[in-house]
């Protein structure tokens, strides 16, 4: 295994990461401030967490894995909160269970907060204490790994929010109870302005290079960098549409067993699917409309914007239809590429929708995970789940690279989940 | 059917009415006070409701039954609100599903407790508006039923938060963190001095009458009062105790199948169950105890005390362990009123535990439900489920009588169910 | 707890119960002769049970509790038949899982039919062995037991054949096979010449005696006879009808939740019922017809036959819908008592189907159980079931008694089980 | 999509192939002889399927196939046999609900032995009939396809029996009962003389070539022959033995979280697994043993031989305690061809026990399912399945292929499914 002091040679800047750290704390708080304390409580499913169960969790991250380790005379907060808000991480210890996170009403929000605080205070005296060039690499590693680990639980906090309110008959709005510093962070969707049309840019493949180079900040999931073999192939222009995907439900993509794989036939049957998630018809004597549900509420739909909310077997379904295919991991980071990774915000590769491929959740060829109980972060997971590319609209600034992976299993639609075509 | 006005023929003093319907919603009011805004939101399984929603369906139950019949130019104070707080009255409309009522994070408590201050003062209008003597007669019964209705949910409010704080692993205590005014009313439990001996009380049998006789308030399952026929039998002076019910628990009761019913040995084998709710053994490498967990937190337990929060299928078979057997519905009535009616709070018939009795709950000969939706409030529950009688430490004063009829399933557990024996 | 020797005082005339055996296990393998090795060989649901286990069991029964104690040198037939055949008896020992009762393919139905011969050869020798009177007393009494217990497995091996055919969509029929000496006796349904009118017969209550009075044979939950106070009450003086019940059917019965106790509404909806077991309509361009799967295989419904498996839910929402409702079991045997019970083959309150009441089942007062294992036939049963009275068309001649009570959970349907309406 | 005729261009020999047909049906029927005909018809389990379903599903395959589209004046044996014995072709239709395939005890197993002989007859006037070339070349690829899907289900006729004998209290064996002509053929594992010590054999890696070539026959999931880039690896020389894993589990394999996937270890915890499939400890006062249930009845553990009945969940943590990992397809695929593909039967690569790999089961670059229903063979499983390569001791000889790819879930465990180790 590798460590992760030598997965970051370089002098750690300390005072920048501490700042950093404020910062990325202050961010997760805003995105708290249009919630009641109730909403804050809640599980909506056991895939979902309730935001407080999030804001400790962050928290204890850092008391776990930094403060434990580098703090002098270390004292936990509340011993009882080593097992509540580990997610997790057996190398640590017990944990309480993942479907009974919405019971905890005390700790109170209010308590999570102090929580937050006492931690917050207790990071920024370790931060100007005195270490080891050694010691100081190791922790800045830590502290890193932990802010990108806060960033996804910024995202997570949002898809589930999003999915507490979905089940809540009076569609609660995220966003419109206040005013957000940042608002426009957490917007959902780009309205493309008009739809452009989608176009094929050809690749020839052959042997190519995939995987994180090990400069700046990555998950050991991205690594190590390696060689595939790809055959010619062909990648879409642009996201599929929420548009072209009601086509494919209004012309009973959900009714022909032969365009879907079996499980997800199985699947949709069962749950008696017909839509992506979020999506409803609302029926009147007079019409019928489809809307969606957002942060912003019950909205109808925005045709030209990327669909979002659906599984892999939706995803894989649509594809067949359309006379195309998921693109494999290789195939859509060497089209990314090609799309100019320098800019890539203003691609659609990124801060769009997730986009899922067909390829399974797997270790790159001499994979290793981190040593301790952080090793626990990604590997132990590489079984029955697909990978998602790019980044979504509500993926924090900064925590979009290219090699990133995402992963969910094939069911899974309450994230930003969308697709891009590729075609052999 | 029988009309509610019918049932309660007198004139209606609606001042005194007015007054008790102020401090009813109090006492309601005065047992939130301990709580967190998290605590009430919360359901801990689809048996118990949240906190916030007893206070919802409480109000919604005036605003529906009274002030929809009785208010000039009724406006419902939220549209949503007809289907989200309605318990099971289908001739009301549609129910919010009993499983998800935890997940209604808005409207917040705030809001609910100004949905609760709207409709206390539009209830307050209507009782001092000219209302035609029929009229008055028949809103009187009506408020009466929402009085005695608002009481079984302040009980069911404190089964349901102690349910909910048992699963939290901080276990915490509902009373010590304010001092309540009526705090001697919310007590768990009557510590006996001394527990006295065990007697049996002889009793002749013949023909003996059961059932209200249409005085006062009563719910209509208690009527029409009867004739049964009973053999002679005899009734244990007192309750069970804990310490009586540890014994069995030590020797081996819940591991002799040859003691329980067949339905309950498979329950219990299939949820691992080896003593009461609420109860743990605390073992460490010098000695084990047993606990058990109290309104007030985690307690040795007081063995003096009346066993609680067993099932039917418990308590039928320490009965048989004990050679004794429960009691009919009947010969528990006849029972209790030799035992002192008119003193009932002095004996322990009543105040400490609901007692399961071997009677199936069902119709009284000649039963007839009340004319409306409120016709649903009990009848259409009479079956597979176990007649209770008496009242329990944390039912509401006044609340209590002799044919009071309680009844759940017979694996209820969290409600304060413990027995009494009986013998032929 | 009593004994079986003393419920069957008078000296036992060995002679005519071993040719009284004889018959009755002929009588049991004249049902199986329709039937294919792989018809006996599977369960179709936990509730029944392989017709192959029926035949070994009932064999089990006499094996070990007939020559277990009065055969000299016992040997068991094979040691694993103890547990694999023994249905729930705790005193004998372990039982293997019911809902796997449909894996055993060995011992094959060969080796079981050659079980039956061993047993009913070796019981034929017990019963011309010397025995005192007090051991042949009793032995006689087991006997009688056993005999009974065939019996009754005679009818379950018919109710569970015909649901394992149900479920074929080659609806395969049980008789046409083959031609059955005894063919008349499992006919399945008396079709009615013309439905006669409902007539309601009024009873003036008071203090009845129920029960069995203890002269021939009785299982122990009929006793002991006793009295109970009845209010005055009217009963049908027919069964009701297909064709009734398709009239409730067919104007909105199962749409109306008013109609329905709670939990059988839920139990409905969550399960899509829509009409009693075994019905389906047929429909084609030209029109639609109801149809009901007999052992004869699809027919047309006889209307005027008695409507036959429906759950105690469906009657009881019948009933209300009707204008009536259940009886109780005092109600009922007090009136088939009036009905002549000394004809009782000639009226309906017998041989054509169960008669759900709405008494849960329930020890009579005073009852005591068997001593020993055979003190599990009945009592432990006593919860969550309703009692059925009567017998129907496929209850052997000479399992009826005015006395008798069957008992079932309320969403039981497989048994020939329907209603006679009763009114206050 | 490609057309089965193109993927075999030459002229088909019918002889050759009317002949292999006459054998390749009496084999399958070889299998059945030492069955009773309840075991025939008994289903253990969804993921099993009854021996004669098996039968009939074959037959099914021939004539919905072939028949249906080669034979004149075509007309089915029995119209509802389409639907009974589809398996899951939607293409052809609906398909009896899998799990219900052991209700279906009509057909017989004699009516199923009628059905395949009236199938064989027909298909030999087919085989005789004059065909257009095009036509005969059609036929002749169907047909073998239709011959190795028997072999297919020859093999999982013998798992799925040892499952359901497995769970028999009386651990039937399969063999013993009578001597079959080609018993050495269902031997269950080979036992090795002596364990040979495990060596590793080096790889360099690059650029490879796996998948069929398209010489003979092959199932369309091997296709298209492509190229994929191989780091350097390692692979073990022999498979893992049920000694080695033994003492994986006598080391505490099953209790250490940290060598499992996470899905793995929820899996293992949740069924309560502490060893694989078939293994059973027999604790005497004495002494204690493990045993395996196998083909031949309940054995001691053979410990030189291959490890089977394991899990991918297994396999993976087995392989991480060990030090090692699973190899990927292509690495398999690449080392079995350097063990001598030209001799494969002499290596343990195959005729042993399949071997998880760590790839997910999805499409090969440029894979196109075959046009029609038989396009369902493979494509659409190709979802949270992982590969197995090789073949197993149970395997039909002539259905080993070095580009074969075998697939279950990652929990599956009632094949013959074991590992060998690579090591990066």
Redesign the interface.
């Given at each position: 295994m590798k460590t992760l002091a030598a997965a970051s040679a370089k002098p750690a800047n300390i005072g920048a990461l501490a700042a950093q750290f404020s910062r990325m704390r202050e961010e997760t708080a805003a995105l708290v401030q249009p919630l009641?304390?109730?909403?804050?409580?809640?599980q909506?499913m056991p895939d979902a967490s309730p935001v407080?169960w999030h804001l400790a969790h962050t928290t204890w991250f850092f008391e776990t894995f930094i403060l434990e380790r580098f703090e002098a005379d270390f004292q936990p907060f509340h011993p009882?909160f080593r097992?509540?808000f580990n997610s997790?991480y057996?190398?640590v210890g017990d944990q309480?269970p993942r479907a009974?996170r919405?019971?905890?009403?005390?700790?109170?929000?209010?308590e999570v907060w102090t929580y937050r605080r006492n931690i917050d205070q207790r990071m920024q005296q370790v931060f100007v204490a005195p270490l080891s060039d050694e010691s100081a690499a190791e922790m800045a590693t830590l502290v890193e790994l932990g802010l990108h680990h806060e960033q996804q639980h910024q995202e997570l906090l949002l898809t589930d929010i999003k999915h507490?309110?979905s089940?809540?008959?009076?569609k609660?709005p995220y966003k419109l109870l206040h005013t957000l510093p940042n608002a426009d962070q957490l917007r959902e969707g780009l309205a493309a302005d008009a739809l452009p049309d989608l176009e094929w840019q050809k690749f020839d493949g052959g042997?190519v290079e995939v995987g994180h180079d090990g400069e700046g900040f990555f998950f050991d999931n991205e690594t190590p960098r390696?060689?595939?073999?790809?055959?010619p192939f062909s990648m879409a222009s642009r996201l599929v549409s929420k548009g072209e995907y009601l086509a494919f439900v209004e012309e009973g993509g959900y009714q022909n067993?032969?365009l879907?794989?079996?499980?997800?036939?199985e699947w949709i049957t069962q749950h008696k699917l017909a839509h992506p998630l979020y999506w409803q018809k609302s029926v009147s004597q007079f019409d019928s409309a489809w809307q969606e549900f957002t942060l912003n509420g019950l909205q109808p739909i925005a045709l030209d914007e990327p669909v979002a909310h659906i599984s892999?077997?939706e995803a894989?379904a649509y594809a067949r239809w359309a006379g195309a295919r998921l693109p494999t991991e290789a195939e859509w980071e060497t089209a990314a590429v090609a799309a100019g990774s320098a800019v890539h915000d203003e691609t659609d590769y990124f801060g769009q929708v997730w986009q899922w491929t067909?390829?399974?959740y797997?270790?790159y060829?001499?994979y290793t995970a981190l040593e301790g109980a952080v090793g626990?972060y990604n590997g132990?997971?590489?079984?029955?789940q697909y990978v998602l590319r790019g980044s979504s609209c509500v993926t924090p600034s900064g925590h979009t690279r290219l090699s990133y992976r995402n992963f969910f299993p094939?069911t899974a639609r309450w994230q930003f989940s969308g697709m891009r075509l590729a075609r052999?």
């Open positions: 009641e304390d109730e909403d804050c409580c809640v909506s407080k009882a097992v509540l997790y057996d190398g309480h009974q919405g019971l905890i009403t005390r700790p109170s929000l209010r507490l309110f089940l809540n008959p009076l609660p042997v390696h060689r595939q073999f790809v055959e067993p032969l879907w794989l079996a499980a997800g036939w892999f077997f894989e067909t390829s399974s797997a270790p060829p001499g626990e132990k997971f590489m079984v029955n094939a052999s």
